[in-house]
C-alpha cells in the first residue's frame, strides 16, 4: 500500500492502493479518458434528480462512490461533508480541479468502491451515479453494495443508478458489453454489466438495503419505465 496526498486550500485528494476487484486494464481506459470526460460530462446527467435528494436530505456527511471528476457534488456543495472514491487517479485530479472551479471543498480518496477504507456507520448519505455497472462479476457488485449498506449510518439513505440492459440500443446484445471511446488516434473501450429493474433491486436487497423508489432518469417520459436508459434505485439502511 501507498500514499499520495496533494493539497490546495481546502480541496484534497489522498492517493491509495486498495485491493481491487477490477482489472487493471479497466482502470487504464478510464485514466486514460479523463481529460476528455472531463469536458464532455461537465454537467450531471442526473442535476434534476441529485438536487430533489440535496432538498430531501438537507445536510449531512455525503459519499460519492465513484465520482470520476466531480459534477454529481455540485448540488450539494453549500450544505454538506463531501467525500469521493474512484479508482482513477487521474479522475481524481479533474475532480479536485473541478472543486477549485466551483469552490467547494471535498475529501477525495483512490480507492476501489469494493473496498471501501471508511469505518462502519461513517455517512449519512451516499450516491453512486453509473458506477456499479462498471465492476465485473456479481461477487464485486454485490461487495460494493454490501460495502455502501456497511459505510452508511442507520437509516441513511443512498442513490444508485446503473444502464439498463432492456433499453432499445441494448436489445440484441448480451447483459456484458463494451462501449467505446475515440480519443486522437486511440479507441478505449469501457465495460459496463447492463441490469435489470428487478436484478439491481434483488441484489440491493441481498445486500441488506432498503429499496425506498426505483425509477427512470428524469428525462424519460415513456409510461413504461422498463424500457428506461437508466435504472434509479433510491435505498436506505
Not at 176 to 183: D, G, H, I, K, M
Request: hydrophobic share 40%; net charge positive; glycine share 6%.
Amino acid at each position: 500500500m501507498y500514499q499520495i496526498s496533494l493539497k490546495d486550500r481546502n480541496h484534497e485528494v489522498s492517493r491509495k492502493t486498495i485491493g481491487s476487484q477490477r482489472t487493471e486494464a479497466t482502470r487504464e481506459v478510464f485514466d486514460r479518458i479523463a481529460p476528455g470526460w472531463y469536458n464532455f460530462r461537465h454537467w450531471s446527467i442526473f442535476r434534476s434528480e441529485l438536487e430533489e435528494l440535496a432538498q430531501r436530505w438537507q445536510r449531512g456527511k455525503l459519499l460519492n462512490l465513484g465520482c470520476a471528476h466531480g459534477p454529481d457534488f455540485l448540488p450539494f456543495r453549500q450544505t454538506f461533508e463531501l467525500h469521493g472514491v474512484d479508482f482513477s487517479f487521474p479522475m481524481l485530479q479533474f475532480a479536485q480541479k473541478y472543486s477549485r472551479k466551483f469552490d467547494f471543498a471535498v475529501d477525495l480518496v483512490q480507492a476501489d468502491i469494493s473496498h471501501l477504507p471508511y469505518a462502519t456507520s461513517t455517512f449519512d448519505w451516499a450516491i453512486s451515479v453509473a458506477t456499479i455497472h462498471h465492476l465485473k462479476g456479481e461477487g464485486s457488485q454485490r461487495a460494493a453494495l454490501e460495502e455502501l449498506r456497511r459505510v452508511l449510518k442507520p437509516g441513511g439513505e443512498a442513490f444508485v443508478t446503473v444502464w439498463n440492459r432492456c433499453q432499445p440500443g441494448f436489445w440484441f446484445r448480451g447483459k456484458e458489453v463494451t462501449v467505446p471511446w475515440r480519443a486522437r488516434d486511440h479507441t478505449w473501450h469501457r465495460y459496463y454489466y447492463l441490469f435489470t429493474y428487478a436484478e439491481l433491486e434483488k441484489m440491493v436487497k441481498q445486500a441488506g438495503l432498503h429499496v425506498l423508489r426505483s425509477f427512470p432518469e428524469g428525462s424519460y417520459h415513456c409510461p413504461i419505465k422498463s424500457f428506461s436508459r437508466n435504472i434509479c434505485l433510491l435505498v436506505s439502511n
